[in-house]
């Protein structure tokens, strides 16, 4: 048996980055940037009021007065310029105009007719945004980078209609025993439902995967194989039971046939210390164990980094946390141990 360690580096050698394509901006979240996106304008391309308010010609102190002469809203702007003793008003989005100073908030102002009198000293530039306070163009959105919902929101804003994105990796799911039938038929006295594909495909998906559910493979050589075969076009294939040492465990005898070069068998690990991988006709594959639990870890440890591999993304191992455990627990063995928490 080999350690968790030696094994995540062993199944991360197994990944080849996946080519970049382009996709519209709408389907590009959980995808990975596979290329920096650079901004096609300035934004914000104008200082722009924080808030609604009135813009000044001057600072102003308690007191001071001004003449209204005008307005600036969001999507039209004023187009005259203020001299000191004038103001214009202004609401939160819209223009700064020429000659503007500085913005009064409209909670610090008293208004009668065309005049205004501040209730509160201003400072220059108060409740500005900058011109290019977000970003400006040509900066780019570096890659490679998970792409979240505030990173299509920025891109949008970045007047950007497509990325380029790593394309998804297509991962076949092959459940295996003779003990399993699918959600809503009627399990005989000793079999069970499969669960695991409908687990691992989620957790694939969610990770920016495409799942390919196949068959469930009944214990038999030769059923194995046919499901095998339909794995064409898979850049990984996954297996869930069968892969320990048990008469009917036929996953890594079937898949040597085929041509499996395996890269290890056994973790030091608990659950999941059947677990196999290695490459099958240069497509990279994974041997999970049954055991629904087993199967999950297994897939957080091993499965999970190896797509973000195969995405391009840095630093694709599980990230540890330390917590302090409510109950004492017995000293470990000379497997690691994963325990639910």
């Known amino acids: 048996m080999i350690s968790v360690e030696e094994a995540l580096a062993r199944v991360l050698a197994l990944a080849t980055p996946l080519p970049p394509e382009s996709v519209p901006l709408r389907e590009a979240s959980g995808r990975v940037l596979a290329a920096p996106a650079l901004a096609r304008l300035t934004q914000p391309p104008f200082d722009a009021s924080a808030m609604d308010g009135y813009a000044l010609g001057r600072v102003g102190a308690t007191g001071d007065s001004f003449t209204v002469i005008g307005e600036s809203g969001a999507g039209h702007g004023f187009a005259g310029e203020l001299s000191p003793d004038q103001a214009i008003r202004i609401f939160t989005g819209a223009p700064l105009p020429q000659g503007a100073a500085t913005i009064a908030i409209q909670e610090n102002t008293t208004a009668k007719g065309a005049q205004i009198t501040l209730t509160a000293d201003t400072a220059a530039r108060d409740n500005i945004r900058p011109r290019g306070q977000d970003f400006t163009q040509g900066q780019p959105l570096a890659a490679p980078r998970l792409l979240k919902p505030n990173d299509v929101a920025l891109l949008a804003s970045m007047n950007i209609p497509k990325v380029t994105v790593t394309r998804r990796p297509i991962v076949a799911l092959i459940g295996t025993g003779d003990e ?160 639910r928490a």
């Not at 390919?212 to 214990?219: E, I, N, S, T, V």
């Not at 898979?234 to 048990?246: E, N, Q, R, W």
């Not at 440890?301 to 973000?308: A, E, I």
């Open 180 to 339: 399993l039938v699918m959600p809503g038929e009627t399990p005989g006295p000793d079999q069970i439902i499969a669960s695991n594909n409908f687990a691992l495909a989620a957790m694939v998906e969610a990770a920016g995967a495409e799942a390919r559910m196949l068959p469930l493979a009944r214990d038999t050589e030769a059923d194995l194989r046919m499901v095998f075969s339909l794995t064409d076009g898979a850049d990984l294939i996954v297996t869930s039971g069968g892969a320990s040492v048990g008469d009917h465990d036929l996953v890594g005898k079937v898949a040597a046939d085929l041509g499996l070069e395996r890269a290890f068998w056994k973790i030091a690990m608990r659950p999941g210390k059947p677990l196999m991988a290695g490459k099958l006709n240069g497509i990279p594959m994974l041997g999970l164990p049954g055991n629904p639990v087993s199967a999950i870890v297994c897939a957080h440890l091993f499965l999970l980094p190896l797509l973000r591999a195969m995405q391009g993304l840095p630093n694709p191992a599980p990230q540890t946390r330390r917590a302090r455990l409510a109950t004492d627990q017995p000293a470990n063995g000379p497997r690691t141990h994963y325990m």
